[in-house]
C-alpha cells in the first residue's frame, strides 16, 4: 500500500517537473447550447487527457485558460445529451461553440464522483444522475425526494439506502456518503444526512455512486456516495424568483379525521446574483411552512445560501460557498393505537399520535462553510486544495426529557492530478477531518480522520483501468489509532455494442459519535452506549454492461455483491431489565441484480425509463424490500422544444420481510404503490408546474408506526431573470 502511494506520488513530481517550463498557451472560450439555441448550465468542457476542462455557467458559457497553442480537440458533454468534440487551432485565442443534440438515451456521459474529476465516458462502478431536469420537472423542495426515484435508491423517513446499503436506524447512521461539490457532509455527531441543507432551486446535478467508494472517499462511503453539485454562478446580473403552494388530501375514511381545515403548504425562494469572467457572487434566501399531513406536524424553514468564484490568475480559481438552514417542527413520534388518543372504536389510528407525546417538537439548525483552490499548473499537472467546516446542532423537546446536541466538523484535503500522458491520469492526496460533539444524549467527545489515498486510471487499447487505495486512520478521544485499508480495482472494455464494466472494491464506515455513545430511551428501552465499537467493513463487486437495443432502447444491468463484515445492528441485551445497545454482530452478505431500461418510443416527444432491483440479504436484514421498482414517463405534446409537458411516476416496493428488533411483519404493512402525476408550461422567463404527489392517496408505511406522505398538490411558479 505505502510503496505504491509512493509510485503514483514520484509520478506526480515527475509531472509537477514537467510543467516547469510550459509551452505557449492560449484561451479557449465559448458557449454551449441545445439545437434550440437555448444554454446548457453545468456542461463540462475539456481537452481530453489533460488538466484543462471547465462548467458552463447558467448562459452556457465557458472559457478554458492556458490552452497549449496548436491543434487542440474539445470535447462537451452534459447530462441528456450527446457528447461531441471539436478540433480547433489555438493561438492567442480561439472559440469552440457547440451545439448538443438532446439523447434522452444516453447513459453517464460523464460524471464528477467516481474519480474525483470529471470523467468522459463510462466509469467502471455504477453511477446514476438525477439532472437539473429532473429535478426541476419534479417540482421538489429537497434533493432526497428527487433522488428517491433514481434507479436502486429508496429514501426511508429521510436515511438514504443504495442497493440496500443502510436500512433504517432512526438517523443515527448513513452507509452513504454525502458530498456538495465534492465536499463531505454527514453530521459530525450522528453520521446521518440533512437533506434540506441547500434549497433544490441551487442544485444542477446529481451524481450517485452505487457501491463501495472508501478507496477515494474513506468513512461512510460503504454503500455509495452522493454528490450534489451546486449551480456556477455566471457572468453579468441574474435574478430568480420561486413560489410554490399547495395542499394535502384528507384521510381517507372519516373514523380517521383529525381536523377540520385543509392542510397548506408554501414557500418562496428569491436568488440574485452577479459576476464578470474574473469573480461573481450569489446569494439566495427562502422560506417554507406545512401544517402537515398528520396530527402534530407542522413544519417551518427557513435558509440562506451564498457562493462565490474568483480567478485569481488565469492558473488559480478560488470557490467559496457556505448555507444556513433553521427547522421548527413538530414531531408526530407514532401513531395512535386503541386506548391511547380517541380512537373512535379503531385498532389504530394512523392521523393521530399518543396523547403522550402531546407537544413533542424540534428546533434544528445547521450550516456549512467550504473554501477550494485549484491551480493548474500545465496540461499534465494540477493541484487542488479544500478546507470545510460543518455545524449540526439540534434540541427535541419530549414530556419525557429534552436532549440536544452540537456538532462541528472541520475537514482539509490537498489533492494532485497528473496525465503523465493522454491514456494515464493518476490522481492523489491527503484528507484530514476532526468532529468535536458537545451533547446530553451523546457526551462530550472527538473523533480524528487521517487518510492518504491515490488511483490511477490507464487506457489500454479501447478498455481502461483503474486502480487504487486509500489508507484512513482514526481516532476517538485522542486514544489510539485504528487503521483500515479500502483497495479497488475497476475496468470497462467495448463489448457486442456496449460497454462491460467490472470493479473490486473494499468499503468502510467508522461508527458515529451516537452509535458508541448514545443514552437515551427508545420504545420504551433504554439504550446504552457501546465505546468498543469496531469500524464496519465490506467488499463490493459488481459486473456490468450497458448496451442499445434495436436503435429505440437502452439497457443497462449490474449484478452487484457485497459481503459485509461488523455491521452494526441494535440488539436487545438482557440481564436484570431488556436494554437495546449497538453491537457489531452482523455477518452480511447483500447481492442482487440492478437494471434500467430507457426508451424513446416517439422521438422528440415521449421518453421512458424502468428501473428494477432485486435484492437478496443473508441473513435477512430489516428494511431491505426484495424488490424496488420505478417506472417513468415524460411527454411533451408539442416536441422536446414546447411549452408543454407531462409525465408520471410509478414506485412499487415489497414489503420487507424483517422489521428491526421484532421477529415479525405487521400484517397490517403493505408493499409501497405511489403513482405521481406532474405537468409543466414554460413561455420565455416563466415556469409553471403541477405536482400530485401519491395521487391515488394510496395509505402505506416505509417505518414502523409513522405514515408516509399521503396525496400532496402543490404548483410551482418560476420567474427568471
Not at 92 to 108: G, I, K, Q, V, Y
Not at 308 to 330: E, F, H, I, N
Not at 341 to 366: L, V
Amino acid at each position: 500500500m505505502h510503496r505504491a502511494l509512493i509510485g503514483l506520488a514520484v509520478t506526480l513530481v515527475a509531472s509537477a517537473a514537467a510543467a516547469q517550463a510550459p509551452p505557449v498557451e492560449g484561451v479557449v472560450r465559448g458557449e454551449v447550447r441545445d439545437p434550440r439555441g437555448a444554454p446548457i448550465p453545468g456542461a463540462v468542457v475539456g481537452v481530453p487527457g489533460t488538466t484543462r476542462y471547465a462548467f458552463t455557467d447558467g448562459d452556457g458559457r465557458y472559457r478554458l485558460n492556458l490552452v497549449a497553442t496548436g491543434e487542440v480537440r474539445v470535447r462537451a458533454a452534459a447530462i441528456g445529451y450527446t457528447a461531441a468534440s471539436l478540433t480547433v487551432t489555438v493561438a492567442d485565442s480561439a472559440r469552440a461553440n457547440f451545439t448538443l443534440e438532446p439523447a434522452p438515451l444516453e447513459l453517464t456521459p460523464l460524471d464528477v464522483v467516481s474519480t474525483k474529476v470529471p470523467h468522459f465516458g463510462e466509469p467502471s462502478t455504477s453511477v446514476a444522475q438525477v439532472s437539473e431536469q429532473d429535478i426541476a420537472r419534479r417540482a421538489v423542495n429537497t434533493v432526497d425526494e428527487a433522488v428517491d426515484k433514481a434507479a436502486g435508491v429508496q429514501i426511508l423517513n429521510g436515511q438514504i439506502n443504495i442497493r440496500g446499503s443502510t436500512g433504517y436506524v432512526q438517523g443515527l447512521n448513513s452507509r452513504v456518503l454525502l458530498l456538495v461539490d465534492g465536499v463531505p457532509m454527514n453530521q459530525g455527531d450522528r453520521g446521518g444526512i440533512n437533506w434540506d441543507l441547500l434549497p433544490s432551486d441551487q442544485i444542477e446535478r446529481v451524481d450517485i455512486l452505487k457501491g463501495a467508494g472508501s478507496s477515494l472517499y474513506g468513512s461512510a462511503a460503504l454503500g455509495g456516495v452522493v454528490n450534489l453539485t451546486t449551480r456556477d454562478v455566471p457572468s453579468r446580473f441574474h435574478a430568480r424568483v420561486r413560489l410554490t403552494g399547495g395542499a394535502f388530501a384528507d384521510p381517507p375514511h372519516p373514523e380517521w379525521r383529525f381536523r377540520n381545515t385543509m392542510g397548506l403548504h408554501d414557500g418562496v425562494d428569491v436568488t440574485g446574483s452577479y459576476g464578470t469572467e474574473a469573480a461573481a457572487g450569489r446569494i439566495s434566501v427562502g422560506a417554507r411552512h406545512s401544517d402537515g399531513y398528520r396530527q402534530q406536524d407542522e413544519r417551518d424553514h427557513w435558509h440562506v445560501s451564498a457562493k462565490g468564484r474568483w480567478q485569481a490568475t488565469p492558473r488559480t480559481r478560488l470557490d467559496v460557498a457556505g448555507s444556513w438552514a433553521v427547522d421548527q417542527y413538530q414531531v408526530p413520534l407514532n401513531w395512535c393505537s386503541r386506548g391511547e388518543c380517541d380512537d373512535r372504536g379503531q385498532i389504530f389510528q394512523p392521523f393521530k399520535i399518543d396523547t403522550t407525546e402531546r407537544g413533542a417538537r424540534t428546533n434544528s439548525r445547521k450550516g456549512y462553510l467550504s473554501a477550494q483552490l485549484r491551480t493548474v499548473a500545465s496540461d499534465r499537472f494540477a493541484w487542488q486544495a479544500r478546507g470545510s467546516w460543518l455545524r449540526t446542532n439540534f434540541a427535541d423537546y419530549r414530556r419525557s426529557a429534552t436532549e440536544a446536541s452540537v456538532a462541528n466538523r472541520f475537514g482539509i484535503e490537498v489533492r494532485a492530478e497528473a496525465h503523465p500522458d493522454a491514456a494515464r491520469t493518476v490522481l492523489v492526496g491527503g484528507e484530514a477531518t476532526l468532529s468535536d460533539v458537545t451533547s446530553d444524549i451523546f457526551g462530550n467527545h472527538s473523533q480524528s480522520e487521517f487518510a492518504a489515498y491515490g488511483e490511477s486510471e490507464q487506457r489500454v487499447g479501447a478498455a481502461r483501468v483503474t486502480a487504487g487505495a486509500r489508507l484512513d486512520y482514526l481516532a476517538v478521544d485522542a486514544g489510539s489509532l485504528t487503521a483500515v485499508v479500502s483497495p479497488r480495482i475497476g475496468g470497462t472494455i467495448p463489448l457486442a455494442g456496449g460497454t462491460l464494466r467490472a470493479s473490486v472494491g473494499r468499503g468502510f464506515r467508522a461508527p458515529s459519535m451516537a452509535e458508541r455513545f448514545v443514552h437515551t430511551f427508545a420504545a420504551g428501552f433504554e439504550v446504552i452506549p457501546n465505546p468498543t465499537l469496531r469500524p464496519e467493513t465490506g467488499w463490493s463487486v459488481e459486473l456490468g454492461h450497458t448496451t442499445p437495443v434495436l436503435g429505440a432502447v437502452r439497457l443497462d444491468a449490474a449484478l452487484f455483491w457485497t459481503e459485509a463484515r461488523d455491521l452494526i445492528e441494535p440488539q436487545l441485551v438482557v440481564d436484570t431489565t431488556p436494554r437495546i445497545q449497538l453491537q457489531n454482530v452482523t455477518r452480511a452478505r447483500i447481492a442482487g441484480v440492478d437494471a434500467t431500461v430507457l426508451s424513446a418510443p416517439i422521438p422528440n416527444h415521449l421518453t421512458a425509463s424502468l428501473a428494477y432491483t432485486y435484492l437478496d440479504t443473508r441473513p435477512v436484514l430489516a428494511f431491505r424490500p426484495r424488490h424496488l421498482l420505478t417506472l417513468s414517463a415524460d411527454y411533451a405534446p408539442a416536441g422536446a422544444s414546447g411549452a408543454w409537458g407531462l409525465g408520471a411516476d410509478f414506485r412499487f416496493a415489497s414489503r420487507p420481510e424483517r422489521i428491526e428488533l421484532e421477529g415479525f411483519v405487521d400484517p397490517r404493512r403493505v408493499a409501497v404503490r405511489v403513482l405521481d402525476l406532474r405537468a409543466s408550461w414554460t413561455s420565455g422567463p416563466f415556469d409553471v408546474r403541477l405536482l400530485v404527489a401519491n395521487a391515488l392517496n394510496y395509505i402505506y408505511n416505509l417505518v414502523p408506526e409513522t405514515l408516509a406522505p399521503v396525496r400532496t398538490m402543490s404548483v410551482t411558479a418560476a420567474w427568471s431573470y
